[in-house]
């Protein structure tokens, strides 16, 4: 069954570093997503991305952040300079359509933790 | 106010024994889409079982059923036949038209432990 596959599983680095967490959606999937989980609370929507472009974002998701689709297959989310507050875990998600129906796919998460 | 309200932040069940998740949930939209969620320990998001808001039939998937009742704009999750691999955290959530089905609108979760 194709599934939502995100790189690294865990990251560590030290507050004001750059890092890129990757994704790689299903492959027919058209919409693709990132949340954010802090440790012990809810899962928060980041943004959403379609056709190149963001279509949605939070008011989480500021200029610190920014995603991208280098190629037919990654779906990256950057954070210029982490701070210790970016500590959570982040999901990935595509779906096929926009349709309330479609569920949204979810990778198994980075847990990034920023020292 | 909240978009998805899960007032029972950790339950317990016999082995074997059906429980309900309670979810309630606030949307002026006539068009939207409940789901539930599964979180083990290892922190992935597993999708139980999608709910329509046109929908006339509560959803079945395997042991797990939703109890849609629109009025009271509730989506509760029953589980049958609780196994021990059920324990988890489990998130209600919520696409709503307004937000042009872009995000995916969590609860809080509920963790559920199931005794042997």
């Known amino acids: 069954e194709p599934e939502v596959t995100q790189t690294p599983s865990h990251q560590v680095t030290q507050m004001g570093q750059e890092v890129i967490l990757r994704c790689v959606p299903i492959s027919n999937h058209l919409y693709f997503y990132w949340y954010r989980q802090i440790l012990g609370q809810k899962v928060e929507f980041l943004v959403s991305?379609?056709?190149?472009?963001?279509?949605?974002k939070s008011e989480i998701f500021d200029d610190q952040f920014s995603v991208e689709r280098p190629d037919g297959s990654n779906f990256t989310l950057k954070i210029r300079s982490t701070k210790l507050e970016d500590s959570a875990m982040y999901f990935c998600?595509?779906?096929?359509?926009?349709?309330?129906?479609?569920?949204?796919?979810f990778g198994p998460g980075t847990r990034l933790t920023v020292l | 106010a909240q978009k998805i309200t899960q007032t029972q932040p950790g339950m317990f069940v016999q082995e074997k024994e059906a429980v309900t998740l309670d979810c309630t949930y606030d949307?002026?939209?006539?068009?939207?889409?409940l789901f539930w969620y599964k979180q083990p320990s290892s922190g992935e998001m597993i999708f139980l079982i999608y709910?329509?808001?046109?929908?006339?039939q509560n959803a079945t998937e395997g042991r797990y059923s939703l109890n849609f009742q629109k009025a009271r704009k509730s989506a509760n999750l029953v589980i049958s036949a609780s196994q021990l691999g059920d324990s988890a955290m489990y998130f209600c959530a919520m696409r709503e038209n307004s937000g042009g089905y872009q995000k995916v609108t969590f609860g809080t979760g509920t963790k559920l432990q199931v005794i042997p």
């Open positions: 998600a595509s779906s096929e359509e926009q349709l309330v129906s479609h569920e949204q796919f």
């Open positions: 709910q329509g808001s046109y929908d006339q």
């Open positions: 949307t002026s939209d006539p068009s939207y889409g």
């Open positions: 991305f379609y056709n190149n472009e963001i279509s949605e």
